[in-house]
């Protein structure tokens, strides 16, 4: 079979963010047991971190991985973090983050299908978040509350409200200008919702559910703001040494991680663990657990939960198969 290739456009162009919600949840529920995902493999490299992710399906005979370059960031002003690399309103931002998969021919391992991989990421990363709402958020969730200015921020206002009954929706990014700009440029994107500028109190405070977009290297707000009931949808960072909510946050909530692996690789559990203030069982489920009905989600709508994702192979995968599909159908 001839080698196909696809573009960003291309993906943006084939890629159905109501499908692949539909068709992640049926993964993690049926295909997750069965597959192969061995260690993300990471190399911190002179500009950055390189990043490989694998995934086999035995039972389809899917085989991919997805390559990716994560460029360190200049220091800010204070000199004391990084900028976020998700943050695409910064500039010379084309060359912040670089990702490519592959779909794999199992017997040859030559590439069946090579995907620009960076909206592929975002989009998947989102519709994770969405599969993870669905079973976790109150059902009367209708305010979306957003931390970051970046792809992966922009992602999530496009693809949450496929789950829930969004109307509003409150930004928090770096500085009070970024958000406004990043407000501006979005509420042409997506007419409809309401969407708004706010501090980190307010919107901590007043969002239903909270996603945070960032690559923060400190939480990004007081877990005492959280009023019952939210739920949280923590995206961004994926260091031991780096996390995005407090050790309140975590303490006070039912969590939920798309894999174990992520226990023992994100700061937002890591950090509470080596003070002490949880164990490595106040993990309540995995994604596959919490979809199959193994393990139970929200237990109350005055319970706070979190999904920590760290990023799953299988989410790529299941990407790079709805994409060839819908190629294979618009030649056909």
């Known amino acids: 079979m001839p080698e196909l290739s696809l573009t960003e456009a291309d993906v943006r162009r084939l890629l159905d963010p109501a499908q692949l919600i539909a068709t992640l949840e049926s993964a993690f529920r049926d295909r997750y047991p069965s597959i192969t995902i061995p260690p993300r493999t990471r190399a911190e490299i002179a500009h ?92 009367d969730a209708s305010a979306l509350g957003i931390f970051g200015t970046g792809r992966l921020a922009r992602a999530h206002i496009a693809v949450l409200p496929h789950v829930r009954n969004i109307q509003r929706v409150l930004v928090c990014g770096r500085t009070p200008s970024r958000s406004a ?27 239903d559910v909270l996603c945070t977009c960032t690559s923060a290297s400190a939480p990004l707000f007081d877990g005492r703001d959280l009023r019952p009931g939210t739920h949280l949808n923590l995206v961004g960072a994926f260091r031991p040494q780096t996390r995005e909510v407090d050790t309140h946050t975590i303490q006070r909530s039912r969590v939920v991680v798309d894999t174990y692996a992520a226990a023992s690789e994100v700061g937002e559990l890591l950090i509470p663990m080596e003070e002490g203030a949880i164990t490595r069982d106040h993990v309540a489920a995995d994604l596959h657990e919490l979809l199959s009905g193994k393990k139970q989600g929200r237990r ?29 159908t618009q030649k056909g």
């Open 48 to 139: 950055g971190i390189f990043l490989a992710m694998s995934c086999y399906d035995a039972a389809s005979g899917a085989l991919g991985m997805k390559l990716v370059l994560v460029r360190e960031q200049a220091r800010n002003q204070s000199g004391d973090e990084p900028q976020n690399p998700f943050d695409d309103s910064a500039p010379h931002r084309e060359g912040r983050i670089q990702a490519t998969y592959l779909l794999l021919d199992p017997e040859t391992a030559q590439p069946r299908l090579t995907i620009a991989a960076n909206y592929l990421t975002d989009l998947r990363t989102a519709a994770t978040s969405a599969v993870a709402t669905r079973f976790l958020a109150r059902p």
């Open 181 to 207: 700009e990043f407000v501006h440029r979005v509420s042409k994107e997506v007419p409809g919702l309401t969407i708004t500028a706010a501090d980190a109190c307010t919107c901590a405070a007043q969002s």
């Open 300 to 328: 109350s709508p005055e319970e706070i939960t979190v999904f920590k994702s760290a990023g799953c192979a299988l989410e790529d995968m299941v990407a790079a198969e709805l994409l060839l599909a819908a190629h294979a």
